[in-house]
């Protein structure tokens, strides 16, 4: 089925680049580079140009620091929403939050995808994507409370889990009233799991395309990378494309990402080997 995001209809086999737009001071990654508005709508007009389809906008880190609550989360992302909307009315939006407060007002401002991050831990949010035709994320975060890390979590079977609580919230979202093509589930590396349980799920992830439901993956510069080759924070790209390669190989849909062109290159010739995307050119052994 198509994927529906807003009023953003994508094909079933589009690979599709998320890129992120960080509006806080404090992020892992960027260090606060985007928090400015205007630093914002630069990184925005940048990733767009260069090939991503949707832009994700978050107000909060993901891990633990400084307590942000829904007024400043708001204050943070409901001008950058309304900002963008009016800049880039072909750019589907989405919003990083688990709160439903947020999600309502930045949804009014524009949005087009609810981005929860943490499993549903506000059980309005999914209401609030419904009354606003917005399309929502449902990822596993292993029930853990917003920004906190996993602490040695186990799992009888951690794939087995992803699916059970993803497709959980998938059809309480359905049955909240989002349409089935604007759900998608996420299996959160990193959230709620140790390296080893984000390489497993990396790589039984068709488990979870089989599902039926679209499948988002956030896996850019991510702890799971790091620890695997024994990298810093900076050196992560290659293995963020490596693992961008083998989730597209087995029918993930959405990245959601940093480093734009080399993912959208990544996931362009993946596709080119599966066959489902033709040679940007043909020359060789035609002259």
């Known amino acids: 089925m198509d994927l529906v995001l807003g009023r953003h209809v994508f094909p079933a086999d589009a690979a599709l680049v998320m890129a992120i737009v960080n509006r806080t001071p404090d992020s892992f990654y960027d260090r606060g580079a985007t928090f400015s508005l205007d630093a914002a709508l630069a990184r925005v007009d940048d990733v767009v140009a260069h090939g991503a389809r949707i832009v994700d906008i978050g107000g909060v880190k993901a891990g633990p620091g400084d307590d942000v609550d829904a007024a400043e989360e708001i204050a943070r992302t409901v001008d950058l929403v309304a900002a963008v909307r009016a800049r880039h009315p072909n750019v589907a939006i989405s919003v990083d939050t688990w709160r439903a407060e947020v999600a309502e007002v930045t949804c009014r401002a524009g949005a087009d995808l609810v981005n929860d991050a943490w499993g549903g831990v506000d059980p309005e949010i999914a209401g609030v994507a419904a009354s606003y035709g917005a399309a929502l994320v449902c990822t596993h975060a292993g029930g853990l409370?917003?920004?906190?890390?996993?602490?040695?979590?186990?799992?009888?079977?951690?794939?087995?889990?992803?699916?059970?609580?993803?497709?959980?919230?998938?059809?309480?979202?359905?049955?909240?009233?989002?349409?089935?093509?604007?759900?998608?589930?996420?299996?959160?590396?990193?959230?709620?799991?140790?390296?080893?349980?984000?390489?497993?799920?990396?790589?039984?992830?068709?488990?979870?395309?089989?599902?039926?439901?679209?499948?988002?993956?956030?896996?850019?510069?991510?702890?799971?990378?790091?620890?695997?080759?024994?990298?810093?924070?900076?050196?992560?790209?290659?293995?963020?494309?490596?693992?961008?390669?083998?989730?597209?190989?087995?029918?993930?849909?959405?990245?959601?990402?940093?480093?734009?062109?080399?993912?959208?290159?990544?996931?362009?010739?993946?596709?080119?080997?599966?066959?489902?995307?033709?040679?940007?050119?043909?020359?060789?052994?035609?002259?």
């Open 145 to 287: 409370a917003p920004r906190t890390r996993p602490h040695r979590v186990a799992y009888d079977d951690v794939v087995a889990d992803v699916i059970g609580r993803t497709t959980a919230l998938a059809a309480a979202a359905v049955a909240a009233g989002v349409p089935r093509e604007s759900v998608l589930i996420d299996p959160g590396h990193d959230f709620g799991k140790n390296t080893r349980h984000s390489l497993e799920v990396t790589r039984r992830l068709d488990e979870l395309v089989t599902t039926g439901w679209h499948v988002l993956v956030s896996l850019s510069h991510k702890d799971f990378v790091g620890e695997s080759l024994d990298v810093p924070l900076d050196d992560r790209l290659e293995g963020t494309l490596a693992a961008t390669a083998v989730a597209r190989w087995l029918g993930a849909q959405v990245f959601r990402a940093h480093d734009v062109v080399p993912t959208l290159r990544v996931l362009q010739m993946v596709d080119a080997i599966r066959g489902v995307r033709p040679p940007a050119v043909a020359r060789r052994g035609l002259a």
